[in-house]
C-alpha cells in the first residue's frame, strides 16, 4: 500500500500563505492575476497561459459588480474548464512525461518541468477557488437565504422527509462495493464522485473497505420540504449520513469523499481506419477507461484509504488535490440556476438584425434581402434564429432551392437546423453535410447526428483524413429563372441556437458569388478530390491561410510606422506568426491583440537589455464576462497593398492545430457598410475598462474593476437595440 508516514509533511507542503499566495489580488481599483510563467523566454507557455485565463473566469466568481448568482454560475464554470484542462491537456503532458519525450515546448521547458509548473499553479487556483467559494460567495448565498444545510441541522419534518427519501428511492439505486482478496478494486469511471468507507467487523475485528459511487440520477442539490426552492442538502451528505443502514451490523471508522479524473483524449488510427464512424465509437469506449490523472479529496484525509487508493489507480502524492468545499462545483449550476431576477444578469433576449425585420408583418424574404447586399450578424445581440436558421428553414421549404452543403462542428442536442436539413432531403433536395466525428466531448452527439441526417436521405461526409474540420460554413444553391445563385454562411461559431445566445461570434451572410465560387470549390474538394484550388475571397487552412496571414504581417512591417495590425481571436500559441508580430512591433507597427484565453506573446519582451525597445507597441488584452468572446477577427492597415485595409472574419485562431491540422475558413469583408460595423466593434473592445484584462511582460494580467468605465458586453446590447452597431 505505501509508506504514509511522511503523508502529514507533504500536506503541509501544499498548503499557501494566503497572504502571499493569494493568486488573485485585489489592490484599490484593479484585480491582479500573478504570474504563472516565471521564466525569461519569448514564448509565454501554452498551458501556463490557459490556466490564467482560467483564473480570469475565477475572478469573475469573486467579482462584487457581478450579480450574485452569476458569481455561482462562474465558479461551475471554472471547475468544468479545469476538468477537460486535466482530461485532455494535463493528460498530454503526463504521457510525454511517461514516453520520455525530448521535445521541449516553445518555451523551452520539458515535459516534466512543464507538469510540475502546471501542478503547481493548479494548487495556487485550487486554494483561491476554495477561498472565493468560502469567504465570498457561500456567505453572500446564505445572506440571501440560499443555504446548503447539513443534515443535522434540519427541522424535523425535513429531516423525516430526507430519511424517506433515502429509505425509499436512494437507497435502493446505491450500490456498496466491498474491496478486499474476493472483491477486486471496482472501476472508478471518470469524474464520478464516490465514497470510500474503512469499517471493522465487530465479530471478526478485521478491517474492511468499501466504496459507494453518488449516483448522478438524483439531483446533486436536493430540495428539502420546507423551503425546495432556496434550501438544499447534497445527495453525497443524504449517503454519508447513513451508511450504518448500507452496512447493517458494522462499525463505521471513517469515510472519505474522492473524485477520479482520467484521460479523456481520443487517439484515431485514420490511415488504418476503414471505417472512421466505426473508428469514433471504439475509442469512445476505451475512453471510459483512460488512465486516471487526478484525484480529489474533500475533508479531512483518511491517510489509509488515500494510500488505497493512490495505489489502485496508480497515482503519485503530486496527483492529489485535498479540498475543504464539496468537490466538483459543477453542480453548482443548480443553484444558479434558481429564479431570483435581482441576483442574476438583467435578462437579454437577442434582437432581430435591422436587415432582416418585417415591414408591414410580411415575413422576409432571405434571398430577396442577400440579393440587395451582405448582412453582417454579431451574435448573441444579434438572433441566430431568425438570421442563420431562418436562411436554412427557408432553403429547406423553397421550391427552387437545389442543394443544402454546410460543415458541422458542434450543434445543440435539438437542433432547428438538423429538422431543416432533414426535411430538405426528404422533399428531394441535394443536402450534402460534412460532420466532424472529432468534435472533442460531441463524438457521441454527432455520430446521432449523422446516422439522423443519413436515414432522411441526406449525403454525410466525415471529412479528410489527419484533419478537422473546423470552418462554419454554408452554402445555398438556388435556380432564379435561367441561372444558378449561391447564397452562403461564413461564421466564427457552431451551428448551434443554444450556445448562440451565450458565445459571441460574427457571421456572414452573403449572395456574393466570388465567395459563392469558392465554397462551392471547397465542399468539392471535402466530399471528393482536388488539390491546389485558388481562391478569391477566402482563405483557407492548412493550404493558403498560414502563408496569406504571414504576408499580411509583412505587408503591414513594411509600412513602418503606418502599419496597423488588430487582431481578435481565441488563442494565439504559433510561434511562427508571434515572431513575424515582434518583428512587426520593431518596424513601428502599433498592433493590438485581443485574445481571450491563451496567449503565447510576450508583450513588451526585447530580449535583452539592450534589444530593441518597440515591442511595446504591441498591446495584449482579454475580454472577460457575461458572454463568451469567440469570434475571430483579423484587421491589417495596408492589407496586401499600401492603403488598402483588409478585414477577415472566421473560424481560425492562430495556434499550430488551426493552421496545419484543421479545415479552417476565413472571409474577406469588402463591403465598406460592414467594415465600418466591424470598426466599431473592435474600438468598443479596445475602449472597454471594466470586462478587459492586459497582459504584461512578466506575463501576469490586471483588471480595473471601475463601474465608471465602458463595458463592452452593455455597450453591444445598447447598440442591437438601438440598431447601433449595423448602421441603419
Not at 313 to 327: G, H, K, N, Q, Y
Amino acid at each position: 500500500m505505501g509508506d504514509l508516514a511522511d503523508w502529514s509533511s507533504v500536506n503541509a507542503e501544499w498548503s499557501l500563505d494566503a497572504a502571499d499566495e493569494r493568486m488573485i489580488r485585489a489592490y484599490g481599483d484593479e484585480f491582479v492575476i500573478s504570474s504563472f510563467d516565471d521564466n525569461e523566454s519569448p514564448y509565454l507557455n501554452r498551458e501556463l497561459s490557459w490556466l490564467a485565463f482560467n483564473a480570469r473566469v475565477l475572478a469573475l466568481a469573486k467579482d462584487p459588480g457581478v450579480p450574485l448568482l452569476e458569481r455561482v454560475r462562474f465558479l461551475s464554470i471554472f471547475s468544468s474548464n479545469l476538468d477537460e484542462f486535466f482530461q485532455v491537456r494535463v493528460a498530454g503532458v503526463k504521457d510525454q512525461v511517461a514516453g520520455q519525450v525530448a521535445m521541449r515546448s516553445p518555451d523551452q521547458r520539458t515535459a516534466e518541468e512543464q507538469l510540475s509548473a502546471i501542478l503547481d499553479s493548479v494548487r495556487r487556483l485550487s486554494e483561491e477557488k476554495q477561498h472565493v467559494y468560502s469567504d465570498y460567495v457561500r456567505p453572500e448565498l446564505v445572506a440571501n437565504d440560499i443555504l446548503q444545510q447539513n443534515i443535522e441541522d434540519l427541522s424535523k419534518g425535513d429531516r423525516d422527509y430526507i430519511a424517506d427519501l433515502f429509505e425509499n428511492r436512494i437507497f435502493p439505486v446505491l450500490t456498496p462495493l466491498a474491496i478486499d482478496p474476493g472483491h477486486p478494486f471496482p472501476y472508478i469511471s471518470d469524474l464520478s464522485l464516490n465514497l470510500a468507507v474503512s469499517l471493522r467487523d465487530p465479530t471478526t475485528g478485521r478491517i474492511r473497505f468499501a466504496r459507494i459511487k453518488v449516483p448522478n440520477s438524483f439531483p446533486r442539490y436536493l430540495g428539502v420540504p420546507s423551503q425546495p426552492e432556496t434550501h438544499f442538502v447534497l445527495l453525497e451528505d443524504v449517503i454519508s449520513h447513513h451508511l450504518d443502514t448500507l452496512f447493517s451490523g458494522m462499525e463505521i471508522l471513517s469515510k472519505q469523499f474522492f473524485r477520479v479524473t482520467r484521460n479523456a483524449d481520443l487517439t484515431y488510427e485514420e490511415e488504418e481506419a476503414e471505417d472512421l464512424l466505426f473508428a469514433v465509437e471504439m475509442e469512445l469506449r476505451r475512453r471510459r477507461f483512460g488512465r486516471a490523472i487526478r484525484l480529489e479529496t474533500y475533508g479531512e484525509v483518511d491517510e489509509v484509504i488515500l494510500g488505497l487508493l493512490l495505489e489502485e489507480l496508480d497515482l503519485e502524492r503530486a496527483d492529489v488535490f485535498i479540498e475543504s468545499t464539496p468537490l466538483d462545483l459543477t453542480g453548482l449550476d443548480i443553484i444558479a440556476d434558481i429564479d431570483r431576477p435581482e441576483l442574476h444578469f438583467p435578462r437579454w433576449a437577442p434582437v432581430t438584425p435591422t436587415a432582416f425585420r418585417p415591414k408591414n408583418d410580411e415575413r422576409v424574404d432571405m434571398f430577396a434581402r442577400l440579393s440587395e447586399g451582405d448582412v453582417l450578424v454579431h451574435h448573441p445581440y444579434d438572433s441566430f434564429t431568425v438570421s442563420v436558421g431562418e436562411l436554412i428553414h427557408q432553403a429547406s421549404v423553397d421550391k427552387n432551392v437545389l442543394a443544402i452543403k454546410m460543415t458541422l462542428y458542434r450543434t445543440s442536442g435539438d437542433s432547428p437546423l438538423i429538422d431543416s436539413l432533414v426535411r430538405a432531403a426528404e422533399s428531394g433536395k441535394q443536402v450534402a453535410v460534412l460532420i466532424e466525428l472529432k468534435a472533442r466531448f460531441d463524438e457521441q452527439a454527432n455520430i446521432g447526428w449523422a446516422r439522423r441526417l443519413e436515414q432522411a436521405g441526406v449525403h454525410v461526409a466525415y471529412g479528410l483524413i489527419g484533419l478537422k474540420i473546423h470552418s462554419k460554413t454554408i452554402m445555398i444553391v438556388r435556380e432564379e429563372g435561367r441561372t444558378i445563385k449561391r447564397y452562403c454562411h461564413i461564421g466564427t461559431g457552431n451551428y448551434n441556437h443554444r450556445t448562440a445566445r451565450l458565445y459571441e461570434d460574427l457571421g456572414l451572410l452573403t449572395a456574393d458569388q466570388e465567395i459563392g465560387a469558392d465554397l462551392a470549390s471547397l465542399f468539392n474538394q471535402l466530399t471528393g478530390y482536388g488539390r491546389d484550388i485558388n481562391y478569391d475571397r477566402i482563405l483557407v487552412a492548412p493550404e493558403t491561410l498560414r502563408y496569406r496571414l504571414a504576408e499580411m504581417i509583412e505587408t503591414e512591417a513594411a509600412e513602418g510606422p503606418n502599419g496597423r495590425i488588430i487582431m481578435k481571436m481565441n488563442s494565439l500559441v504559433d510561434t511562427d506568426l508571434i515572431d513575424l508580430l515582434y518583428e512587426a512591433a520593431d518596424a513601428g507597427v502599433e498592433i493590438d491583440l485581443i485574445v481571450r484565453g491563451i496567449c503565447g506573446l510576450r508583450p513588451g519582451y526585447d530580449g535583452s537589455p539592450d534589444g530593441p525597445k518597440t515591442r511595446d507597441r504591441i498591446r495584449v488584452r482579454s475580454i472577460v464576462g457575461r458572454f463568451l468572446e469567440h469570434s475571430r477577427v483579423y484587421f491589417f492597415g495596408n492589407g496586401a497593398a499600401q492603403g488598402v485595409p483588409s478585414y477577415f472574419i472566421g473560424s481560425a485562431d492562430l495556434m499550430p492545430r488551426n493552421l496545419n491540422r484543421r479545415i479552417e475558413v476565413l472571409t474577406s469583408i469588402a463591403d465598406p457598410q460592414l467594415q465600418s460595423q466591424i470598426d466599431v466593434m473592435l474600438d468598443v473592445l479596445l475602449d472597454d475598462e471594466q470586462l478587459a484584462w492586459v497582459l504584461d511582460t512578466d506575463g501576469s494580467w490586471r483588471r480595473g474593476v471601475g463601474t465608471d468605465g465602458s463595458n463592452a458586453h452593455e455597450l453591444f446590447q445598447h447598440l442591437a437595440m438601438a440598431d447601433g452597431f449595423d448602421g441603419r
